[in-house]
């Protein structure tokens, strides 16, 4: 009797397994969360009142509540378990070269999200937006690094360009396993309509934000998406389009919540 085991088809089955993926898609829901808490902490900034409207700022509010620190460990292991879901496709030989870039995204996106999580829950947190301004600071005394900073706000507008014609296409259906009730497709195809556009234009103004500072040499004025967002705060008309974007967060946060029962995973 051979007791060896291979390891190529163990690594192969556990990929595959299918309590792995349906665990793997708390990752979702704990994005979900993440971002509705997102919006409304926006919809606060917007109607006048003072906080952080980023990730730090969100999980520090999350911790905050009744049973936070609990929460906040299911969305570390949540978010964890599908960047290690993600990272185990990259090893299955059927997957196209496009499938593996996808992947590896949303594997190091995921489990640096479950990481961020894991540290708040165990009273360690850190500030997102002083974390970015000081990275900028650092690439801004360089030519180099400045041009670096003006890529990478290139590729956030390109980004919030995809996403908002993701969601106006309603391209997205295609991530998206055919629900047989009726009432599901529909909150799906319209969380995603509204959704994505409004992570859009957060990805963008975060964009704009990172090229005016590299312009302006203010590594300050980079300071993550809660700059972004007091950005549009301060323009003209803009707590209406901030409180619009907050609401839209939250609608995003229920479709990535649907998302977990429905995305193909493949």
């Excluded at 991530?175 to 959704?195: P, V």
């Amino acid at each position: 009797m051979n007791a060896s085991v291979d390891p190529t088809n163990a690594a192969h089955q556990v990929a595959r397994h299918p309590w792995f993926e349906r665990l793997a898609r708390l990752g979702y829901v704990a994005n979900g969360v993440l971002h509705a808490t997102m919006g409304i902490l926006a919809a606060f900034v917007a109607s006048g009142g003072h906080a952080k409207a980023d990730q730090s700022g969100a999980m520090r509010a999350l911790a905050a509540q009744p049973f936070g620190i609990v929460l906040l460990w299911i969305c570390a292991a949540g978010a964890l378990l599908l960047g290690l879901w993600s990272l185990a496709q990259l090893f299955l030989p059927e997957k196209e070269l496009r499938e593996r870039l996808k992947f590896a995204g949303t594997a190091v996106v995921f489990l640096a999200v479950g990481f961020t999580f894991g540290r708040f829950a165990v009273g360690s947190p850190s500030d997102s937006g002083k974390t970015t301004s000081s990275f900028s600071g650092e690439l801004m005394k360089s030519f180099a690094g400045r041009a670096v900073i003006v890529i990478i706000g290139l590729i956030l507008l390109g980004m919030a360009c995809y996403y908002i014609y993701k969601g106006v296409s309603k391209k997205f259906l295609k991530d998206l396993e055919n629900s047989s009730r009726r009432d599901i497709s529909k909150a799906i195809t319209y969380t995603g309509m509204i959704g994505y556009p409004a992570k859009g234009l957060v990805l963008g103004a975060l964009g704009v934000l990172f090229i005016v500072a590299t312009v302006q040499g203010d590594p300050k004025e980079a300071s993550g998406i809660d700059g972004a967002l007091k950005a549009i705060r301060d323009q003209s008309f803009g707590p209406i389009v901030l409180g619009v974007i907050g609401v839209g967060l939250v609608i995003y946060a229920l479709y990535l919540i649907l998302r977990a029962r429905y995305d193909q995973m493949d």
